[in-house]
């Protein structure tokens, strides 16, 4: 048997859904039901399943956690988020992807949700709502992408 030397990191994947209302762009979260971070608000994100990709799981966690179905051929990449420390639960790197959905689009909290609400981009860079993780990082990625 092969014997592997390296630590190997969890992989987790996170959605940046956004949509238009009045001519500015909202962006989806959750208030988190667990720790870490518990009551702060997150993207839609999870752990990779095995035998998925990442997509599919920011796919699946946006439906679980928002109630989105979302259609692949509608997502792009933002990037690999593996900042040392970026998670407290040990080594996770993350794929980040954005999606723009129909300014009609409810959210429904699921899975480890609080509760799921939309907030105006300029509400997280401006202080008003406190993300977890690196997510503000993430946003600002995919702001740069729109």
Not at 33 to 47: R, S
Not at 62 to 91: C, H, N, Q
Not at 118 to 135: R, S, T
Request: aromatic content about 14%; proline content about 4%.
């Amino acid at each position: 048997m092969f014997e592997y030397k390296y630590e190997m990191p969890c992989l987790t994947a996170d959605m940046v859904i956004f949509r238009w209302n009045n001519k500015k762009i909202e962006f989806a979260v959750i208030e988190r039901q667990n720790d870490p971070f518990k009551g702060f608000w997150a993207l839609p994100a999870g752990f990779c399943e095995k035998g998925e990709t990442l997509k599919e799981a920011a796919i699946r966690e946006a439906f679980e956690e928002v109630g989105l179905t979302i259609d692949e051929k509608e997502v792009i990449s933002v990037g690999l988020f593996d900042k040392p420390g970026r998670d407290p639960r040990g080594w996770v790197v993350t794929a980040a992807f954005l999606v723009f959905v129909p300014f009609n689009s409810e959210l429904k909290s699921g899975s480890d949700a609080v509760r799921a609400e939309w907030f105006l981009i300029e509400d997280a860079f401006n202080g008003n709502i406190k993300l977890a993780f690196d997510h503000i990082q993430i946003l600002e990625k995919a702001c740069e992408l729109i």
